[in-house]
């Protein structure tokens, strides 16, 4: 069974400062992944999403997110943290052949210092 | 454009109760997904209805069901509510051959 891994459950960053979300997929096949960002008991919005092509993709609000197939991971990052950005930040596997379920990470919750 | 709305925003129930949860969603879609979201966790997937028909299902039990009409809203029915099931339940939309889903706001149940 495919699983999205994210490794930090708790981030701390000061404004201004760069950040780096980790995400780590275990589905074989070629994956397609997305970043989600949920605000409190709010939903989730799409940042960025990958299915084929450069590695590199860009996002929403700044975000960026480079697929590594070497190393399964799907890191997302951001040059300068804004404030706003605090939030919990969910990374997902689509299992296009199992359904067209997302399967989610358990999250990482961002919090952003003055 | 509405998105994808979500009926009611919170609720409460007790125990042994039924709940109906309901979504409509964004306009021109015709897949509804539904996610359990517990506290401090991510959503995990409920089942997916197209075509008015249940299209695939996750690792939920029998009390979970579900309905979805002409129109393309869904309903998602709980029965013998139990402590575990209080959550924030989120219903995406899509279209059937697409791979990026739209959230609603959620709903919050509290079961007491």
């Known amino acids: 069974a495919q699983s999205v891994t994210q490794p930090d459950i708790h981030i701390t960053v000061s404004e201004g400062a760069s950040l780096e979300l980790r995400c780590n997929y275990s589905?074989?096949?070629?994956?397609?992944l997305f970043w989600y960002v949920q605000s409190p008991g709010q939903g989730l919005q799409l940042l960025l999403k990958?299915?084929?092509?450069?590695?590199l993709v860009q996002g929403i609000k700044g975000f960026e997110a480079e697929f590594k197939r070497s190393q399964s991971s799907f890191n997302l990052r951001k040059p300068s943290v804004h404030w706003s950005d605090a939030a919990e930040y969910f990374c997902?596997?689509?299992?296009?052949?199992?359904?067209?379920?997302?399967?989610f990470g358990g999250g990482t919750r961002l919090m952003v210092k003055p | 454009d509405a998105g994808v709305t979500q009926s009611p925003t919170h609720l409460i129930k007790t125990r042994g109760q039924q709940v109906t949860l309901r979504c409509s969603p964004k306009?021109?879609?015709?897949?509804v997904s539904w996610y359990q979201q517990a506290l401090g966790q991510g959503p995990q997937f409920i089942f997916q209805?197209?075509?008015?028909?249940?299209?695939q299902r996750g690792n939920f039990p029998d009390r979970f069901s579900g309905h979805q009409f002409p129109n393309y809203s869904s309903e998602l029915n709980v029965n013998a509510l139990l402590l575990g099931d209080s959550a924030l339940y989120l219903c995406?939309?899509?279209?059937?051959?697409?791979?990026?889903?739209?959230f609603g706001q959620g709903t919050r149940l509290t079961v007491v």
């Open positions: 997902a596997d689509f299992a296009g052949n199992a359904g067209n379920m997302l399967t």
């Open positions: 990958y299915f084929s092509g450069d590695t």
């Open positions: 589905y074989g096949a070629t994956p397609y």
């Open positions: 306009s021109g879609h015709d897949t």
């Open positions: 209805y197209y075509e008015e028909e249940e299209r």
């Open positions: 995406a939309s899509s279209l059937v051959a697409a791979t990026e889903a739209f």
